[in-house]
């Protein structure tokens, strides 16, 4: 079975410019995890969706960020504008909902604003 | 919040053993720990449940102190591709029952 994929691998825009990333969990996971990583904040949770509701965005930083899982195999990060302080590395990850619920990540994607 | 991870960093020799220590303030129903290598997505090691169940490698082992909230990893003769990243992630259960935070990293160095 094939992992978790996310495109684009690596995206470069500039500041002001709307960013969509998306992400296919593997089939048959309930959970799907958005995480962003800098070395300054190391790896954060910004929203999770169980069965494709959304059950935490606590993390998400600020208005700009929304998340959306129209189906079980799909979902998107979008940011709006984009501004330079967002330059991470987003993954996507997910699991199922067993006692051990062990998260499967994806490449990631490597943002860079300029 | 999120859980501190002791030492920040170890440098080892192929073969030496190394303990990755982790901790949290909070009750936990769950450790998770995962391994990342430079540029590479994190993988998965181990999980530890409260109640003493855990799964993982064969080769990595780990502790949970229910009571302290406190969790080790340890390698024992060390590889070179042992070298990487490790975080764990700890799980409250409950309302929050699959949403893991991570804590800062170990940086593991393995040298020849």
């Known amino acids: 079975d094939a992992g978790v994929i996310q495109s684009p691998r690596h995206e470069v825009t500039e500041m002001g410019q709307e960013v969509t990333l998306r992400c296919k969990p593997i089939?048959?996971?309930?959970?799907l995890f958005w995480y962003r990583q800098t070395m300054m904040r190391g790896l954060e949770l910004l929203i999770y969706?169980?069965?494709?509701?959304?059950?935490?965005d606590s993390g998400m930083p600020e208005d700009r960020f929304s998340a959306k899982m129209p189906n079980a195999s799909f979902s998107t990060l979008k940011i709006q504008p984009s501004e330079p302080r967002d330059s991470a590395v987003y993954f996507c990850?997910?699991?199922?909902?067993?006692?051990?619920?062990?998260?499967?990540f994806g490449p990631g994607t490597r943002l860079t604003v300029l | 919040q999120q859980p501190v991870q002791s030492p920040q960093a170890v440098i080892l020799r192929e073969g030496e053993d190394a303990v990755i220590n982790c901790s949290s303030s909070?009750?936990?129903?769950?450790v998770h720990w995962y391994r990342q290598k430079h540029g590479e997505a994190p993988v998965f090691l181990m999980i530890?449940?409260?109640?003493?169940e855990q799964k993982g490698h064969e080769k990595i082992s780990a502790s949970f102190n229910e009571k302290k909230q406190q969790s080790s990893l340890y390698l024992t003769a060390s590889q070179l591709s042992y070298s990487g990243t490790y975080f764990c992630?700890?799980?409250?259960?409950?309302?929050?029952?699959?949403?893991?935070?991570f804590g800062q990293g170990t940086i593991l160095t393995v040298h020849p």
């Open positions: 990850a997910s699991s199922k909902q067993t006692p051990y619920n062990e998260q499967f």
């Open positions: 089939s048959g996971h309930d959970y």
């Open positions: 969706f169980n069965n494709n509701v959304p059950i935490d």
């Open positions: 909070k009750a936990l129903y769950s």
């Open positions: 530890l449940l409260k109640g003493g």
């Open positions: 992630g700890t799980e409250t259960g409950g309302t929050s029952y699959g949403k893991l935070t």
